[in-house]
């Protein structure tokens, strides 16, 4: 079975300060995550000075304050990533960031990147996806706000483009996700419909959503963390904190063992349990040499070390070879 891809989504959780950046690095990487993801923009590229704030980021920040305003103030120059780039190297974790323009994609490019996140909010944005898609790189692509139409447009730009290594992500973009609305079964919906690995962006409180969409099926997992939920800004009250992260990781791994190849067979953990919780056809009373065995003086007990009772009609109408005391296992 392949490894799932484990992504700890940092995002704009490190409020414009590059030592909470790194702090967040240490934290995916102690969890065990594959990659720690930020994103990449230039607010004026992105956003209109008209552009309102989400009703989710309306509740946990100023409310005075414009979405080109709150973005300006989370937005990381382009100098910033290639430092985090190399300390993800140095703490042994992939760094992605996610593109919300042209130019920032175009300089992700240029500092080497192992893959790309098209999120949400950018499927339908026909310039970026053709950009994205002339680089050749993997492409995870987020389908939260959309109908399935509109993932098989976007599908189609990048395939047209020639890149046919894309992974869909199940998401719900509200923060945090009612368990109502969460809809795991899409994720399967998305693989049958597209024939494409499938995976799910998390928004949900806790880690049993993303537990649960590994055992359907998902090959990549990305949920945002923070170091502490408490603290300003729009996505930390949906993120998970550096305990549960580790915990979910953790989690993962284990389904992702017990999940096994899908063959039935007997594992080497329980093969010496077989005798003892199976049983053996044994003496109901005492038997005599001579007498035939019938339903009243046989009778099935463990351990399972004799004649399988599986045998029992072979057993059935046999003569004693020999006296059997009662519980005494029975021989031909």
Known sequence: M????????????????????????????????????????????????FAPKAEYQKES?????????????????????LPLKNYCHKKGIGFISTPFDLESALFLFSIGVDLIKIPSGEITNLPLLEVIAEHSRPVILSTGMCEMQEIAA???????????KITLL???THYPTPMRDVNLRAMQTLKERFELP?????????????????????????????????????????SVEPDE???????????????????????????????????????????????VFSQDNITTK????????????DVLGGVAKRDFQEDEMIDL
């Open 2 to 49: 392949n490894k799932t891809l484990i992504i700890a989504e940092a995002g704009v959780n490190h409020n414009g300060e590059m030592d909470l950046a790194y702090s967040l690095i240490d934290v995916a990487a102690k969890a065990g995550a594959d990659y720690v993801k930020f994103q990449t923009w230039k607010s004026e590229n992105v956003i209109s000075k």
């Open 245 to 291: 992260l580790c915990n979910m990781v953790k989690s993962i791994r284990n389904i992702e063992l017990a999940l096994g190849s899908g063959e039935k067979h007997v594992t080497e953990s329980e093969r010496g349990n077989i005798a003892v919780a199976r049983k053996s056809i044994v003496a109901a009373k005492r038997i005599s040499k001579g007498q």
């Open 154 to 164: 976007a599908i189609h730009i990048l395939q047209s483009k020639g890149n046919n």
């Open 302 to 313: 463990r351990p399972g070390t004799g004649i399988s009772p599986m045998k029992w009609y």
């Open 198 to 238: 499938v995976g799910l962006s998390d928004h949900s409180l806790g880690i049993e959503v993303p537990i649960a969409a590994l055992a359907l099926g998902a090959v990549v997992i990305e949920k945002h963390f923070t170091l502490n939920r408490a603290m300003q800004g729009p996505d930390h009250k949906a």
């Open 170 to 172: 199940h998401c719900n």
């Open 61 to 81: 920040t100023d409310a005075d304050e414009s979405l080109l305003e709150m973005e300006k103030k989370l937005e990381f120059p382009f100098e910033n990533f």
